[in-house]
């Protein structure tokens, strides 16, 4: 079965960048019609699409976020990842990966998310 | 982008008890509707996809319907390990976009 596991530092100085990477196991992240996907949530508020890269390499993003992020993959280490740079306080999240089927266009599965906070 | 405004926020029910959610859409989203389950340090969980087709694995205490605007999710017979929040997801387009969530506890 697919597995999902966020990775990355949990503390970030504001104006950097955060990055984190997502280790898919149980099955290779080329195989299939798959979005790989980045959501995260903030403490107390709802969840909130950052964007997605599918098999093929294209990549679709948040309008709200667009100008910030980038994601990529490694096939090599089954991985992918997220880039948001000139992070603020704002971008205090945890943030999850998860697969989204291209066909049935649900998320399944996830990872169990990882807190990142922006903070001096 | 598509809004989804889930209601109520947040419901105390019991064991046992039957419980509605539901999930309105901006514009016409089809069937392209998802619920899933969140609890604290745990993966979130899709339980139905497509308004409603029950992931394979989730209980059959849980139900969804509707399609176009408005749409709900039902959890009949309400257990111990139901206690989560729930949101509901749109994926007729992008930006995908989620409800405000809905946290059931217990009363």
């Known amino acids: 079965q697919v597995q999902l596991q966020e990775s990355g530092p949990g503390l970030v100085k504001p104006s950097q960048t955060l990055s984190l990477t997502c280790t898919v196991s149980?099955?290779?992240?080329?195989?299939?019609?798959?979005?790989w996907s980045w959501i995260r949530q903030p403490a107390g508020k709802g969840l909130e699409w950052i964007g997605r890269?599918?098999?093929?390499?294209?990549?679709k993003y948040s309008p709200s976020l667009k100008s910030r992020v980038s994601i990529s993959v490694d096939t090599s280490k089954n991985q992918f990842s997220l880039k948001l740079t000139s992070v603020t306080a704002a971008d205090t999240a945890m943030y999850f990966c998860?697969?989204?089927?291209?066909?049935?266009?649900?998320?399944?599965?996830w990872g169990q998310g990882t807190l990142v906070t922006v903070s001096s | 982008d598509i809004e989804m405004t889930q209601s109520p926020s947040s419901l105390s029910a019991s064991v046992g008890d039957r419980v509605t959610i539901t999930c309105r859409a901006s514009q016409s989203i089809n069937k392209f509707l998802n619920w899933y389950q969140l609890k604290p340090g745990k993966a979130p969980k899709v339980l139905i996809y497509l308004a409603s087709t029950l992931q394979s694995g989730v209980p059959s205490r849980f139900s969804g319907s509707g399609s176009g605007t408005d749409f709900t999710l039902t959890i009949s017979n309400l257990q111990p390990e139901d206690f989560a929040t729930y949101y509901c997801q749109q994926s007729e387009n992008t930006p995908r976009t989620f409800g405000q969530g809905t946290k059931v506890d217990i009363k």
């Open positions: 149980g099955d290779s992240i080329s195989s299939g019609s798959y979005h």
């Open positions: 998860a697969r989204e089927d291209s066909y049935y266009v649900f998320f399944d599965p």
């Open positions: 890269m599918y098999t093929d390499g294209s990549t």
